[in-house]
């Protein structure tokens, strides 16, 4: 595994398709959560699979903080949360984030 030393920032196109790709996630799974009991529990699987995608992605390219705890409680635990776009809200957050840190490393 990479540490913070080799920060990799996500380019534009990697940020569209991953914006797209949680978008459609997120309206699955908001489709899913009109159905009572199964929807809401096939809608948080599926919201949760995403989630650790994403963060999957994001420790490639060097976020080493990406898989601590207290990260993933809160995004497992708002991913309850029905017919908000969640994935795609923290991988936007995620992502804007860790560019930051890429960007004010390099200087």
Known sequence: MMGDKELKPFN???LVVGTLGCLLVD?????L???PAFGLLAAAAIQSGASFGTTFWLMTKGGSRAARL??????QGVNI????PTVTTAF????????RKVKHSAV
Do not use: C, F, M
Not at 81 to 84: A, E, W
């Open 12 to 14: 534009e196109a990697e």
């Open 27 to 31: 309206g699955a799974s908001a489709l």
């Open 33 to 35: 959560d009109l159905v």
């Open 70 to 75: 207290e990260r993933q409680v809160l995004k």
């Open 81 to 84: 949360l029905p017919i908000l």
């Open 92 to 99: 936007i957050i995620e992502t804007v984030v860790h560019n």
